[in-house]
C-alpha cells in the first residue's frame, strides 16, 4: 500500500442547508464562495468540518476563492457558514501563498486552527528537507507553524502527511516516513506521531504497550488528544497479532497501552484487513472499514464493510446495513463519527442500503446506531439521488451537519462549473 498517495484534484465549496433528518423535509441553499459571486473554476475536494458546523475547511484547486490567489497549486481553505467569507490557510504567517500544493486539512472544534500537508517549502524559515510537512495555521493570530519536527525542532528527514487534530487544537497526529523524529526510529517504514504544540514535544505512538516500534498510518486522534486510532501492518504491536492482515489499533497517551480493536466481540481477530478508522471524541468507539467477513456473523457479502467497535463493552457491530439488517452489495469506507458515537456518515457504492437506490454510484449514507437507521444523505432537497459519485463525507461533532465531496451536478440548482464540489447537510 502506498500511504503516500494523495489525490488532489480541486474542487470548489458549495455548501447546502438540507431537511432535518427522515423526519422532515427541507430546503437547499447555495453558497457563493468565490470573490466575484460564481462558482468556484476548479475542483475542490477534503473537507472537513468544525464541532457545530460553523467552519468548514476544504483543499481546492480554484483560483477565484480569494484574491490574489496565482500560484496556480491546490490551497486550503476555510469557509464561515455564518458570514459567508472563505479565506486561504495554507499561506505564511506574513500572508505570502504556498509555493506548492497544499492538502489534507484536519480543523479543530472551534474552527480557530487548521491543520494540513504541504508540499511548500516557504510557509515556514528553514524549510529545506524536500519533503511534504505537516502545517497548523492560527486562523485568529494568522501564524503558521511546522509541525511534523522532533521535540528539539529538526525538521523531518522524510514525508510526513494523513493529519488529524484534537478538538483544542494542541495535538496534532500524523504519518511520517521520517526516522528522526524520535529517538530509536529504525524501522525504516510509516510511524504514526502526536505533536504538542503547547510543549513542543513529539512522540511515536504506533508502538506495543512496551514500546517496541511497528508500524503505523491514517491516524485519528479523540478530542482531547488521549486516544490515536491508527490502522497498521505489523504484528508485534499487541500479543498474538496471528492474521498477517493490516489491523486497526487504538494507543492510549496516558497508559501507553495499545490494543487492537478490529475484532469480533468474542476477540477474534479479522481475517481480511482495514484502512481507514475514526474515533469518537472521549475514545470509546471506533469506526473502521474493513473486508474481514468475521467481525460480526452473517457477513456473507464479500466486499468492504464499515463496522463500529465499542472499547468499553468490546462489542463490534457493522453500521453499513439497510435498517432491516440487510448487507450492502459493494464497498462501504471511509466512515466519520460523531463525538457520542451515536452518528457514523460513510461512503457506499452498495444500492441495498435503502430502498430504491438506482443511480449506480457511490454515496453518503448516515446510520443512527441507537435506532438501526441507515438514510441516503447525498439527494437533493426534494430526495433525488445524485447524479454522479459521493464520497469523503465528514460529520460534525455535535452530529448536527455533514460535509461530503460530490461529482454530481443535480444535487443543487444551477450547479454548472463543471467540477466535483463540497455540499453541506444538515441532518439533525
Request: charged share 20%; with cysteine.
Amino acid at each position: 500500500m502506498n500511504i503516500f498517495t494523495l489525490r488532489i484534484a480541486a474542487w470548489r465549496v458549495l455548501l447546502f442547508g438540507l431537511c432535518a433528518t427522515f423526519l422532515s423535509a427541507c430546503s437547499s441553499e447555495k453558497i457563493i464562495v468565490a470573490i466575484d459571486g460564481s462558482q468556484g473554476n476548479a475542483d475542490s475536494i477534503e473537507s472537513t468540518i468544525s464541532t457545530d458546523g460553523h467552519y468548514v475547511a476544504f483543499t481546492s484547486f480554484a483560483s477565484n476563492l480569494v484574491q490574489d490567489d496565482t500560484n496556480m497549486v491546490a490551497d486550503v481553505f476555510v469557509h464561515d457558514r455564518n458570514s459567508g467569507i472563505t479565506e486561504r490557510v495554507s499561506v505564511a504567517s506574513n500572508g505570502r501563498q504556498a509555493n506548492s500544493s497544499s492538502s489534507d486539512p484536519s480543523i479543530s472544534g472551534n474552527g480557530r486552527y487548521v491543520a494540513f500537508i504541504a508540499e511548500a517549502n516557504n510557509l515556514v524559515l528553514n524549510d529545506s528537507n524536500g519533503s511534504k510537512d505537516v502545517f497548523v495555521h492560527d486562523r485568529d493570530s494568522g501564524i503558521t507553524e511546522r509541525v511534523s519536527i522532533a521535540s528539539d525542532g529538526s525538521q523531518g528527514d522524510a514525508s510526513s502527511e494523513q493529519v488529524a487534530i484534537s478538538a483544542d487544537g494542541r495535538y496534532v497526529a500524523f504519518t511520517s516516513l521520517a526516522g528522526n523524529l524520535v529517538p530509536d526510529d529504525t524501522n525504516i517504514k510509516a510511524d504514526v506521531f502526536v505533536h504538542d504544540r503547547n510543549s513542543g514535544i513529539t512522540e511515536r505512538v504506533s508502538v506495543a504497550s512496551n514500546g517496541s516500534q511497528g508500524d503505523g498510518y491514517h491516524p485519528a486522534i479523540s478530542a482531547d488528544g488521549r486516544f490515536v486510532a491508527f490502522t497498521a501492518d505489523s504484528s508485534n504491536l499487541v500479543f498474538n497479532d496471528s492474521n498477517g492482515m493490516s489491523d486497526i489499533f487504538v494507543h492510549d497517551r496516558n497508559s501507553q497501552i495499545t490494543e487492537l480493536v478490529s475484532v469480533s466481540n468474542n476477540g477474534s481477530q479479522g481475517n481480511l484487513g482495514c484502512i481507514f478508522s475514526a474515533i469518537s471524541a472521549d475514545g470509546r468507539y471506533v469506526a473502521f472499514d474493513s473486508r474481514a467477513s468475521n467481525l460480526v456473523s452473517e457477513d456473507t457479502n464479500a466486499v468492504e464493510d464499515v463496522f463500529v467497535h465499542d472499547r468499553k463493552t468490546g462489542l463490534t457491530v457493522r453500521v453499513s446495513v439497510a435498517m432491516d439488517g440487510t448487507q450492502g452489495n459493494a464497498n462501504s469506507h471511509i466512515a466519520s463519527i460523531s463525538a457520542n458515537g451515536r452518528y457514523v456518515v460513510f461512503q457506499s457504492l452498495a444500492s441495498t442500503l435503502i430502498a430504491d437506490d438506482n443511480n449506480h454510484v457511490s454515496d453518503v449514507f448516515i446510520h443512527y446506531r441507537d435506532i438501526g437507521m441507515t438514510e441516503l444523505v447525498s439527494i437533493t432537497s426534494y430526495g433525488s439521488q445524485g447524479n454522479s459519485h459521493s464520497s469523503r463525507p465528514a460529520i460534525s461533532a455535535d452530529g448536527n451537519y455533514v460535509v461530503f465531496q460530490s461529482l454530481a451536478s443535480n444535487l443543487i440548482q444551477d450547479d454548472n462549473n463543471a467540477s466535483s464540489d463540497i455540499f453541506f447537510r444538515k441532518i439533525n
